[in-house]
C-alpha cells in the first residue's frame, strides 16, 4: 500500500515557476507525474527513478525538472517557463512494480496503480 499526498498548486502567470511536491508514504521505487486538463485525456510529464534516472514528455523537456527527496520520502517537479497550456490538475502516482523501467517511460495511466488526490495549476496570459 502506498499513499500519496500532493501540494504546492497554484496560480502563476505565463513564463512564471512553480514548484510541486508529492510525499509518500510505504515503498516505491519508481514515482511519475502525470496532469490532466477539462475534457483531456490524463497524460504523462516525467518519471523518476533512483535506479535508471529520469524521463519527460516532449512537451515539458527543459522547462521541467523531477527530482527526489530520499530522506523526505518527497518528489518534486519543478517547473519553469510555465505556459498557458500547463493548466491542469497535476497527479502524482506509483509505477506498478511489476512493470519495467521502459515500460513505466511510456506513461500509461494504467500501469501506475497508486494515485494522489492531484493539485491544480493554473497558468494564466
Known amino acids: 500500500q502506498v499513499q500519496l499526498v500532493e501540494s504546492g498548486g497554484g496560480s502563476v502567470q505565463a513564463g512564471g515557476s512553480l514548484r510541486l511536491s508529492c510525499t509518500f508514504f510505504?515503498?516505491?521505487?519508481?514515482l511519475g507525474w502525470f496532469r490532466q486538463a477539462p475534457g483531456q485525456e490524463r497524460e504523462g510529464v516525467a518519471l523518476?527513478?533512483?535506479?535508471?534516472?529520469?524521463r519527460y514528455a516532449d512537451s515539458v523537456d527543459g522547462r521541467f525538472t523531477i527530482s527526489q527527496d530520499n530522506a523526505k520520502n518527497t518528489v518534486y517537479l519543478q517547473m519553469n517557463s510555465l505556459k498557458v497550456e500547463d493548466t491542469a490538475m497535476y497527479y502524482c502516482?506509483?509505477?506498478?512494480?511489476?512493470?519495467?523501467?521502459?515500460?513505466?517511460?511510456?506513461?500509461?495511466?494504467?500501469?501506475?496503480?497508486?494515485w494522489g488526490q492531484g493539485t491544480q495549476v493554473t497558468v494564466s496570459s
Open positions: 523518476i527513478s533512483s535506479k535508471y534516472g529520469t
Open positions: 510505504g515503498y516505491t521505487s519508481i
Open positions: 502516482a506509483a509505477g506498478n512494480p511489476v512493470y519495467a523501467w521502459s515500460r513505466l517511460s511510456r506513461f500509461y495511466t494504467s500501469d501506475y496503480n497508486y
